[in-house]
Structure formats: C-alpha cells, structure tokens
C-alpha cells in the first residue's frame, strides 16, 4: 500500500494517506478545511456524453457536510431527452472516490463526479454511469469475474500553419519536437490527469500531421493502465475535459472527431480490457493465451454489429471505418495485428530476460508479466458514450463467458494476415462486416438489443432513444454521396467536430 501512495500524484491521497477508494465524507471535509479550498464543483455526464457543472462557493462547515451527504436537485429533463419535463427532477450524490482539485480554477476548488437518483432515493435507471455499474455487477454474478480497462485517447490539435520543422505527412508516430509542435500542452495534460486520479501509461505524438487550409493538424495520444471498469470510465471522461480546457488555454483547438479528412489518419479511442478474479489477470494460462480470453474475444465480436451504437455514434465514424487506414472493418481478431477488430497485443511472453541482454550488469532473470496481457478493441472513437461504451463491451464480455461453443466461434474468426492485402481477399470474404452508418448500426442494436437488456442493465427506453438517435442521421449511403470530396467531409466534421 505504500509503494502504491508513495508516488501517487493526487494531492488528496498524499496529504490523506489512503487511495481513492477509501475517501470518506470526514476525509474531503478535512481536506477542505486544511487547505482553504473556497468553492465545491459537482460534476457529472448527461445524455450527449459531456462532463456538466454545478458550483456551490462553501460557506461554512456545516453546509458543506449537508452538501457532501444529501447533494442536490437539478433539472434531468435539461440533460436527458427521455426524461419529461412534468417529472423531471434528480438527485446528484457525490462519489467520494472520485474528488480532486481543480487543475484550471483561479479560486481553489474540490470537484467531485456525481451519481443520479430519482425522486425516491433510487438509482436514475438510464443513468449512464449506473448502467456501468449494473453491468460490471452482472458480469460479477454470472461469471464470477470482474473487468478492468484502459482506454486509449486519440485527438487532434489544430493550429495556424508553421512552416519550421515540418513533419512528413502521415508520419508523425512518436516523433519528437521540434517536429512535433504540442508535445508540452499533452505532457501538461498528463499531468494534471494524474494529479485528478488518472492511471497514465503513457503518451506519445500519432501517426496523424498534416497541413489543410492554412491550418496544420496534429495529432496525439494518451494512454491509461488498466483499472477497474467504473475508474476507467470516470478518468477517460475527467480526461477530456482536461485536455480541451488546456486547448483553451493555449488558443488552439482540440477535436476527438474520429475522422478529419479523406486519407489522412482518423482518431480512435481504443479500449484494452482483462477479465479479472481474485485480483489475478485471466487473460493467460501456462504461457498461451487462456480460454476465458477467447470466449472473451468471442463475445466482443457477436456484439460487435450493435456495440458500434456505443462507440461510434455519428456519421463521420463511419468514414475512418474504412479499408487501409489502420481501422477495423471485418469482425475477426488476431495476434499484433492492427487490421483487426480485436487485437491481441505483445505481452511480454517470451523465454529470455530483455532487460539483461539491455543491461548486462542486471541479473539474468525473466520477471512475471503475465498481468500486463489485454486484448484490445480497436473499433470504438472519440464520438462514444464512454459509460454506455464501457458497459456495451462488458455486457459483450458476460454473453462470450456465458454462450455455448464460444472458444470454437472466436477460433473459427481469428486471422494471422493483414486482410486489407488484395491477395487475402478470399479470408475477408469470410467475415461478417461493421457498419457502414449509423443507420446500419441502428438495425444492428435493434436486433441484439435483447442481450443488452438482459439482467437489467440498459434499459428498455434507452435502448429506443439510442436507435432513435441513430436512425435519425439518415445517412446510410453518405459515404457514397460524399467519397473522398475533402471539402464536403470538412462540413460534416466541423458539423459533429466537438463530440463526445
């Protein structure tokens, strides 16, 4: 428990002396108090996936504790379509675990995510962070195993031309200033994430540069280590937020628009995930790749039709869904291999020590890194609702642990060759196919919606309202109409350019 505090960079768990988890009322009251924080800040995710505000300037400590215990009243119909106006009340309660200082207030404040309730104390049944919660609760009793994840968060960062140091088109993968212009506004964002209770691996430049209209393009990443469902969610969401408020900050602008323009590198938000019992990592067994990974993997592409719904969810997704530009289109998974659904990554299963042959002063030892394996789901984007996403792929990875022949369903769908190779084209007429709108992703939920309904978790009207939404776009044969027109693609991104 020390080593993990010892380093940890939230302020509150250094002057606490505990993680996140064991926060209490009393612990954020202290904090409070010791520290002269002024101002409380609720904040939570309504309908349209964006984090919300609620500002309370603390007046004294007996307000404060009544603030912390009972929360408040705001208006749901204001931030959800399914709820009417004539009934439209709801509880925020905040959840301790998750407080941390605001990174960008001038005057020091405390925020805290916050759970819905309705009128009667319950959990708000639609309340996407209570759909998680349900869905991580039902993998639990049905499986006996619980979910960690990690996500991935692909962006752009959007400027005036600079004609210094200009990297090569579409190969910006890991580069280095001075070609890369805003490596300082994504360590400072690492930063501040870390300081708000995110878990970072680690953060590079992308693949993605390019100059458009007197504008250069470039882009980023930002990865996180795997944690239990509901953190993940929380971090990715408090990530964003960072992220674009630093953006602000600097006078640029920052997108997670999954596609910019025709053959240029889209934006993704890949999730890693690892079954997980007793805290041990179920992804491997005796060196190899475990059974419970593969009726894993055999869940993830069943769903995978209606889990695009979750992840990809207006009409410029499907133009970086697209053959050749490191995106997935056929429903199938494989080894290191980048041109599939689901990817199974390097995980550091090999039979010499690399750190010895690194450094020879090390001793010559293999450590155990079977705890690092994750299978990676490589469809989703910055368009997703980040809680109904997460809960999708763990109501996905219930029905793969829990369906008959599961292990001979994913082995009859993996692939060790790049399918976007004309000379494989017979294996790729072999799978099922994504989506190619939203409109198709519509149809896709429609059919399955019976397993995301199953036990609980995602409920009947939210299932209506998110078909609803989809169908709406009416933009089946968009990609059609529109091809590789770059000016037209311009008007659509600029038109969905700050979801999610």
Same mark, same amino acid.
């Given at each position: 428990?020390?080593?993990?505090?010892?380093?940890?960079?939230? $302020?509150?768990?250094?002057?606490?002396? #505990?993680? $996140?988890?064991?926060?209490?009322?009393?612990?954020?009251?202290?904090?409070?108090?010791?520290?002269?924080?002024?101002?409380?800040?609720? !904040?939570?995710?309504?309908?349209?996936?964006?984090?919300?505000?609620?500002?309370?300037?603390?007046?004294?400590? !007996?307000?404060?504790?009544?603030?912390?215990?009972?929360? &408040?009243?705001?208006?749901?119909?204001?931030?959800?379509?399914?709820?009417?106006?004539?009934?439209?009340?709801?509880?925020?309660?905040?959840? %301790?675990?998750?407080?941390?200082?605001?990174?960008?207030?001038?005057?020091?404040?405390?925020?805290?995510?916050?759970?819905?309730?309705?009128?009667?104390?319950?959990?708000?049944?639609?309340?996407?962070?209570?759909?998680? !919660?349900?869905?991580? &609760?039902?993998?639990?009793?049905?499986?006996?195993?619980?979910?960690?994840?990690?996500?991935?968060?692909?962006?752009?960062?959007?400027?005036?031309?600079? /004609?210094?140091?200009?990297?090569?088109?579409?190969? +910006?993968?890991?580069?280095? +200033?001075?070609?890369?212009?805003?490596?300082?506004?994504?360590?400072?964002?690492?930063?501040?994430?870390?300081?708000?209770?995110?878990?970072?691996?680690?953060?590079?430049? &992308?693949?993605?540069?390019?100059?458009?209209?007197?504008?250069?393009?470039?882009?980023?990443?930002?990865?996180?280590? @795997?944690?239990?469902?509901?953190?993940?969610?929380?971090?990715?969401?408090?990530?964003?937020?960072?992220?674009?408020?630093?953006?602000?900050?600097?006078?640029?602008?920052?997108?997670?628009?999954?596609?910019?323009? *025709?053959?240029?590198?889209?934006?993704?938000?890949?999730?890693?995930?690892?079954?997980?019992?007793? +805290?041990?990592?179920?992804?491997?067994?005796?060196?190899?790749?475990?059974?419970?990974? #593969?009726?894993?993997?055999?869940?993830?592409?069943?769903?995978?039709?209606?889990?695009?719904?979750?992840?990809?969810?207006?009409?410029?997704?499907?133009?970086?869904?697209?053959?050749?530009?490191?995106? @997935?289109?056929?429903?199938?998974?494989?080894?290191?291999?980048?041109?599939?659904?689901?990817?199974?990554?390097?995980?550091?299963?090999?039979?010499?020590?690399?750190?010895?042959?690194?450094?020879?002063?090390?001793?010559?030892?293999?450590?155990?890194?079977?705890?690092?394996?994750?299978?990676?789901?490589?469809?989703?984007?910055?368009?997703?609702?980040?809680?109904?996403?997460?809960?999708?792929?763990?109501?996905?990875?219930?029905?793969?642990?829990?369906?008959?022949?599961?292990? *001979?369903?994913? /082995?009859? !769908? %993996?692939?060790?060759?790049?399918?976007?190779?004309?000379?494989?084209?017979?294996?790729?007429?072999?799978?099922?196919?994504? @989506?190619?709108?939203?409109?198709?992703? *519509?149809?896709?939920?429609?059919?399955?919606?019976?397993?995301?309904?199953?036990?609980?978790?995602?409920?009947?009207?939210?299932?209506?309202?998110?078909?609803?939404?989809?169908?709406?776009?009416?933009?089946?044969?968009?990609?059609?109409?529109?091809?590789?027109?770059?000016?037209?693609?311009?008007?659509?991104?600029?038109?969905?350019?700050?979801?999610?």
């Amino acid at each position: 428990m020390e080593a993990v505090i010892e380093m940890n960079a939230n $302020p509150l768990v250094q002057y606490l002396n #505990k993680l $996140p988890g064991e926060f209490t009322r009393n612990d954020l009251i202290r904090y409070i108090q010791d520290h002269n924080i002024e101002m409380l800040n609720f !904040r939570y995710v309504a309908g349209d996936g964006r984090l919300k505000t609620l500002n309370f300037v603390i007046s004294n400590k !007996r307000y404060l504790d009544s603030i912390l215990t009972t929360g &408040e009243r705001v208006d749901g119909s204001s931030l959800f379509t399914h709820i009417e106006t004539g009934a439209s009340d709801l509880y925020v309660v905040p959840k %301790y675990r998750t407080a941390f200082v605001n990174p960008f207030s001038q005057i020091p404040s405390l925020d805290i995510l916050c759970a819905f309730y309705n009128k009667d104390g319950e959990p708000m049944a639609g309340s996407p962070d209570y759909v998680l !919660r349900k869905a991580h &609760e039902s993998l639990l009793k049905e499986t006996g195993y619980s979910f960690e994840v990690m996500g991935e968060l692909e962006y752009y960062v959007i400027s005036p031309k600079d /004609e210094n140091y200009v990297a090569t088109d579409q190969k +910006g993968y890991h580069e280095s +200033g001075p070609f890369t212009k805003w490596h300082e506004l994504r360590t400072e964002a690492m930063q501040a994430i870390a300081a708000t209770g995110g878990n970072i691996k680690y953060g590079h430049s &992308e693949v993605g540069n390019f100059s458009f209209h007197d504008l250069d393009y470039e882009q980023n990443e930002i990865e996180f280590n @795997p944690v239990p469902l509901e953190e993940a969610a929380d971090q990715l969401i408090i990530a964003k937020w960072i992220l674009r408020s630093l953006a602000y900050q600097y006078g640029v602008t920052l997108t997670f628009a999954p596609k910019i323009t *025709a053959g240029k590198a889209g934006s993704g938000m890949h999730i890693h995930t690892r079954i997980m019992k007793d +805290g041990i990592n179920q992804m491997m067994q005796e060196g190899k790749l475990s059974d419970t990974a #593969k009726r894993t993997i055999a869940g993830y592409l069943a769903l995978a039709p209606s889990l695009t719904a979750f992840g990809n969810t207006n009409p410029t997704s499907y133009f970086r869904l697209v053959p050749h530009q490191e995106a @997935p289109t056929n429903i199938c998974w494989g080894d290191r291999n980048r041109s599939v659904l689901v990817r199974v990554p390097l995980g550091w299963n090999m039979a010499n020590s690399m750190m010895h042959h690194a450094n020879p002063t090390e001793p010559d030892e293999k450590p155990d890194f079977s705890d690092k394996q994750t299978v990676e789901f490589r469809c989703p984007d910055g368009s997703a609702d980040i809680y109904l996403l997460l809960a999708g792929l763990t109501v996905a990875a219930r029905h793969g642990l829990t369906m008959e022949n599961a292990v *001979a369903y994913a /082995e009859k !769908r %993996y692939v060790d060759v790049n399918i976007f190779d004309k000379k494989h084209q017979d294996k790729c007429a072999e799978l099922s196919q994504l @989506p190619g709108s939203c409109s198709e992703s *519509a149809d896709f939920l429609k059919q399955q919606r019976a397993i995301y309904e199953s036990h609980g978790v995602f409920p009947p009207a939210m299932i209506d309202d998110i078909i609803r939404k989809l169908k709406s776009f009416d933009d089946k044969d968009l990609i059609k109409r529109i091809g590789n027109n770059k000016d037209e693609i311009l008007k659509l991104v600029n038109q969905y350019f700050h979801c999610g």
